[in-house]
């Protein structure tokens, strides 16, 4: 294969750009060949914008077209799986939108079969991309932060209105979106911090339902998790906090890093805090050797990039940067938090009780209030601000 045949599903926001990128010819070895979109307005876009580019309402027609090699699904979250299911199916490779899906268990069944018919599968993880977030988890990996002792974000410039929540009747529903900020905003946060931190073995959550807004799902969260060695970890995000805060810290027994408006910060000790603590000494001075790094990403290329890696994968065989295996764990920590609030704020124990989660979100989508989706007429096929980092 020379070059990968890609058709893009749901001609939405996201998907306008997606499929603008790859009719400009702006990811190399890839090619735009084929879209799909149940609305006639959204299929009337494309006659006009896609000159000679096939336009298909049912999807399954466009997997079984031969036009394809592979696809990128951009369409509310609960059907990311359920369709990247039918396209592995159909031999197709598959890049989904964030988040994988709804529910831990339909994001194991789709790694599975990714596994089972070897075809590639893979996240827009899109911030993984930024060099700020790459060197941290370098750091970290590496040892040179030590052993993890406490990280914390807070992540609460989510900022929206009440008339965003209203703008379309799936916003901020259970049967609609399958959340709320977890969902929607937080998706990329939540999976950096294990990215860069390695997954918890607890998660206790507090998930506010409505706190500033008139929704049916969390508007305010803060999860308290613990990993494996002791370290512990908070995260807090929110849709009703302005101009709210995008910080994370992380301590470890050789000094601290702080990511804050595109800079990472690093304080490193001169040796280990474990030894320093053996000190006699009441209150010692410690001389840190200081360290800042300025982001040097175009945030507005992040997307475009995950495509580009994800076609070189499968020319290529390069490593995927956000392989579908990893939305599983960005996907529990939400999962898990949850659960954990349904319960009256109990601990979690991680891998936990898919089942159990399924049941009570059930309860919840049953009871929904989601009303129809609304078809945005006017997608600008640019890559919003909103869905970059957000500093």
Known sequence: MDIVRIGVIGIGNIGTAHANTLFAGEVEGAVLSAVCDISPDRQAFCKESYKDI??????????????????????????HCAIGIDALNAGLNVLVEKPIDITVTQAKAINELSRKVDKKFAIMFNQRTNDVFARARKIVKSGELGELKRSVWIITNWYRTQYYYNSAGWRATWNGEGGGVLLNQAPHNLDLWQWICGMP??????CEIGKYHNIEVEDDVTINVRYPNGATGVFITST??????????????RGKLVLENGTLKWWKLPE????????????PSIDCEYEEYISQSDS?????????????????GEELLSPGTDGIYE????????????????????????????RLL??????????EQKQNKNASGRYSHRWQVNW
């Open 54 to 79: 096939p336009i298909f309402e049912n999807y399954n027609d466009m997997f079984a077209s031969g036009l394809i090699d592979a696809v990128i699904v951009s369409v509310p979250h609960k059907l």
């Open 201 to 206: 073995t607890e998660v206790r959550a507090d």
């Open 240 to 253: 009703g906090e302005y101009p709210g805060t995008n910080r994370l810290e992380i301590s470890g027994t």
């Open 272 to 283: 280990d805090e474990t030894v320093i603590r053996k000190a006699p000494k009441m209150v």
């Open 300 to 316: 507005s290329t992040a997307h475009k990039m995950i495509i580009q890696n994800f076609t070189n994968a499968i020319l290529h």
């Open 331 to 358: 996907l529990a920590l939400s999962n898990a938090a949850y659960l954990s609030a349904w319960q009256g704020g109990i601990t979690i124990k991680l891998p936990f009780d898919t089942a159990e989660f399924d």
């Open 362 to 371: 059930n309860q919840r989508v049953q009871n929904s209030t989601s009303g």
